[in-house]
């Protein structure tokens, strides 16, 4: 059996040789409680990877990599566990607003996110207004997390904080908004409950929602 | 002398004096209003990037409705040399949208080629980068040098319209700041060759090839930058350009210092040998970084920040550089008259004591919504008064 705790090290040291070599010891017994425990060893690694940010140890550079690092870990894994064995922490439907094609933000903060437990519906890229309610109202998530780098995703928040509003679905979910432009008078006019420009921290401000 | 001429020789003077550090009669004001002025002038951006006297237009509207010293820089960018060389990498998402570069399709060079890259940075780019960036260019002559000999007509006009923009401009009495752009080695490779991502995987998995890439790329860089030194015209005062910066503050210390600071250093000095001005723009927060930057020649740079604490910088940074930003761009979107003004006092009051010290925004201005026109206007004006010394 592999090591969870070397496992689990070498997430948070972003050490790709010992995590391959660990999965694909996994993968040749074909063991699905084995590959539900790396998975979860990984997330472990990558909350450490969460907190070496925060305490200055890591940077956004780092961060992107660590989530191209997991999502290569969970690619190889898929097919050795089973759909929807693993429990939900909360729900978050996740897009760069209408406008915006920067997603290096969005999709750090959701490694991040999901590696925290959370399920997580990432819409992509340049998604407008109505596609976000109409998810909203398809899958019901505790959280709606609204991205961009550029100013004029503002503009572009501002409105689907509006539609969720009209929608009637403001009472129901909460709004995080994340990137460069983001401060607090931004999410003041914004009409959103949070915003971060950090992922570990927007991490958190979603766990005191849901837990 | 006539009248406007006196004006645009007061507004270099009072923007080069402060440049050199020393304290002119009042705080300079820098206008960074990118493509937002082309909607402040009634077009949209990709209007302006097909017909660039329209950006013209637009900037010799901003310089007679705001008060400002200077401008920074005319913001249109060349469409047509885009078109003729059927560039696959900017985007337009809608008409009313400005152009974008999008991560994905900045990954054209694969991660063995480094060895090749580092080899003849030139050859590389010619030969591999260009065909695949440019769908043109990827075709069998003669098509291929149709396309280039169109593109380099282009870019040729391009050239010409923005120096009869700056002349415009001059005969308004308004100077133009930047001579040209240029880009640290490391952000052209993440941003143009491999992308944002694809460079953060190359530091960990490659980072003896990535580093040897950023070494072999920074004479082309310098070469790229007096070039457009060169081809503008003769001033008395110093040529000056911009570097904008991208990829720093999401380094660990350890990988500024091996990959960012050696390259970026040897780009400021060499300029600053040659009397020109680089102005770097400092995108994130460099807080960790201003020692670092204490190293750079003093007196022959300016420091265009996003985010810092006023106070610290011109505690570290005020016997080096000239500093200039963090003015929330979000606060002339947002704010009252009000709160942009009690910001601008607040930034005022810790920044321009002594001189050295130039009135701009925290980023340039893009998007129509980006700022009130009114909110830019009265904290101009205020600077203007307030900043008097």
Same mark, same amino acid.
Request: charged share 35%; glycine share 0%; no cysteine.
């Given at each position: 059996m592999v090591d969870l705790k070397v496992l689990t090290q070498a997430m948070s040291d972003l050490d790709e040789d010992v995590l391959n070599k660990a999965i694909d010891e996994v993968l040749s017994k074909d063991d699905n409680a084995a590959a539900q425990e790396v998975v979860k060893a990984c997330q472990q690694g990558m909350t450490l990877v969460g907190e070496r940010y925060d305490s200055g140890e890591y940077f956004i550079g780092d961060l992107v990599f660590a989530g191209e690092v997991l999502q290569s870990v969970m690619d190889k894994l898929k097919p050795a566990l089973s759909a929807g064995s693993s429990a939900k922490g909360g729900k978050i439907v996740l897009a760069t607003v209408f406008g915006d094609l920067h997603d290096i933000g969005k999709n750090i903060f959701r490694s991040m996110v999901e590696a925290a437990n959370f399920e997580v519906i990432d819409l992509g890229i340049n998604v407008p207004v109505s596609q976000i309610v109409d998810k909203v109202k398809e899958v019901n998530p505790d959280i709606v997390g609204l991205s961009g780098v550029?100013?004029?995703a503002l503009d572009s928040m501002k409105e689907t904080v509006d539609a969720l509003n009209e929608a009637g679905f403001r009472s129901s979910v909460k709004v995080i908004i994340g990137g460069v432009p983001v401060n607090e008078v931004v999410c003041k006019s914004i009409g959103a409950d949070a915003f971060s420009t950090n992922a570990a921290e927007g991490v958190k401000i979603c766990q005191g929602w849901v837990g | 002398m006539s009248e406007v001429m006196n004006t645009y020789q007061e507004r270099l003077d009072r923007v080069f004096k402060t440049l050199r550090l020393e304290q002119a009669d009042r705080v300079p004001v820098l206008g960074t209003y990118g493509t937002w002025g082309a909607y402040y002038g009634g077009y949209t951006d990709s209007e302006t990037n097909w017909d660039i006297d329209k950006c013209g237009k637009a900037m010799l509207k901003m310089a007679n409705d705001i008060p400002m $010293?200077?401008?920074?820089?005319?913001?249109?960018?060349?469409g047509g040399v885009y078109q003729a060389l059927g560039s696959k990498a900017f985007h337009y998402l809608s008409d009313s949208n400005i152009v974008q570069y999008s991560d994905e399709s900045a990954q054209?060079?694969? $991660? $063995? +080629?480094y060895p090749e890259f580092s080899k003849d940075p030139f050859r590389f780019l010619v030969e591999k980068v260009l065909p695949r960036k440019y769908a043109e260019l990827a075709k069998d002559s003669p098509m291929r040098d149709l396309a280039f000999a169109k593109g380099a007509m282009k870019f040729g006009m391009f050239g010409a319209q923005k120096g009869a923009i700056k002349g415009s401009l001059a005969a308004q009495g308004m100077p133009v700041l930047f001579d040209g752009i240029i880009l640290h080695p490391m952000d052209w490779i993440a941003d143009f060759f491999r992308g944002i991502k694809g460079a953060f995987g190359d530091i960990r998995r490659r980072p003896a090839e990535f580093a040897e890439a950023i070494q072999a790329f920074t004479p082309l860089v310098i070469r790229l930058g007096m070039g457009q030194v060169h081809m503008a015209p003769p001033s008395p005062n110093p040529k000056v350009l911009l570097l904008p910066l991208h990829l720093p503050t999401m380094l660990k210390v350890a990988d500024f210092d091996k990959y960012y600071w050696p390259s970026f250093k040897m780009i400021m000095e060499f300029f600053a040998a040659y009397n020109v001005y680089v102005i770097p723009f400092y995108e994130g927060d460099w807080s960790r970084f201003y020692n670092h930057l204490q +190293?750079?020649?003093?007196?022959k740079t300016m420091g265009w920040f996003e985010h810092g604490d006023p106070k610290e910088m011109k505690q570290k940074l005020q016997d080096t550089m000239c500093l200039i930003g963090l003015f929330p761009a979000t606060l002339l979107q947002y704010g009252t008259k009000e709160e942009c003004i009690a910001k601008a006092k607040e930034l005022l009051d810790n920044l321009a004591p002594g001189g050295g010290y130039i009135f701009g925004t925290d980023k340039e201005l893009i998007a129509p919504? $980006?700022?009130k026109a009114e909110n830019i206007i009265a904290v101009n004006k205020f600077v203007m008064e307030y900043g008097i010394y």
């Open positions: 550029l100013t004029l | $010293d200077m401008l920074h820089q005319p913001f249109a960018r060349p054209i060079m694969k $991660d $063995d +080629e +190293e750079l020649p003093a007196k919504q $980006d700022a």
